[in-house]
């Protein structure tokens, strides 16, 4: 298996939801990401995970929460979002076991919150 | 602060051309450079990745060359195919937290 799935692939949600991403990779890699990417612009690194801890914050809100409960599975709790949080919510993962690295990116989910 | 610049933003060619993408970023201190795929509302795909002591790598019609100390990139893509039309990122690592900085793209549509 070398993919990395992401669900679900689309999700709309209004500003007082809460909802969850969910992100998922069997290839035994130690390392997991959340981009966010908006239309014609490129992915932004959101959080980093290494080793189920987390490694790198990028100054994102509270409003998003993420989640490692196992090598395996990232999650991204999202609550009271904005409008302007609506984008492409994209996935990776590396195996952080071996130099040099690629990420292996999921397909994304695409959030619209109104 | 490390800045990845592509150019050009778009391009339109015929099938069968060979081109050029071009990346360059300011801080010549990367550890590797990415190239990746993104076809409309899709993630992205690894296509070449060149480490800081590397020149060059292939894969198929595909050839990325890396010259740091200019800190500039290029994807040469042979023979373009419809099936070549895509956005395609480059991307920099600069440190060993694997972090990723990204390119606004080149939109690249490849006309039967």
């Known amino acids: 298996d070398t993919e990395v799935t992401q669900t679900p692939k689309h999700l709309v949600m209004g500003m007082t939801n809460k909802k969850s991403l969910k992100c998922e990779q069997h290839m035994g890699h130690r390392a997991m990401y959340w981009y966010k990417q908006k239309a014609k612009k490129p992915p932004e690194l959101m959080f980093v995970y290494s080793y189920e801890k987390l490694s790198i914050n990028e100054s994102v809100p509270s409003r998003f929460s993420p989640e490692c409960p196992n090598s395996s599975l990232l999650n991204l709790h999202l609550h009271a979002l904005q409008p302007e949080d609506s984008a492409l919510y994209l996935c990776?993962?590396?195996?952080?076991?071996?130099?040099?690295?690629?990420?292996?990116f999921g397909p994304g989910t695409r959030l619209l919150v109104l | 602060k490390q800045e990845v610049t592509q150019i050009p933003a778009a391009l339109s060619v015929p099938e069968g051309e060979n081109l050029v993408l071009n990346c360059s970023f300011t801080?010549?201190?990367?550890?590797?450079l990415q190239w990746f795929r993104q076809d409309p509302g899709k993630g992205l795909t690894s296509l070449l990745l060149?480490?800081?002591?590397?020149r060059e790598q292939t894969s198929g019609r595909l050839n990325a060359s890396l010259d740091k100390s200019s800190g500039r990139s290029t994807l040469y893509i042979a023979a373009s195919q419809p099936g070549d039309s895509a956005t395609y990122l480059c991307a920099v690592s600069e440190d060993s937290s694997y972090k990723l900085i990204f390119g606004s793209g080149t939109r690249l549509l490849v006309r039967p």
């Open positions: 801080d010549s201190a990367i550890y590797n």
């Open positions: 990776a993962s590396s195996p952080r076991t071996r130099w040099p690295e690629t990420q292996y």
């Open positions: 060149i480490q800081s002591s590397q």
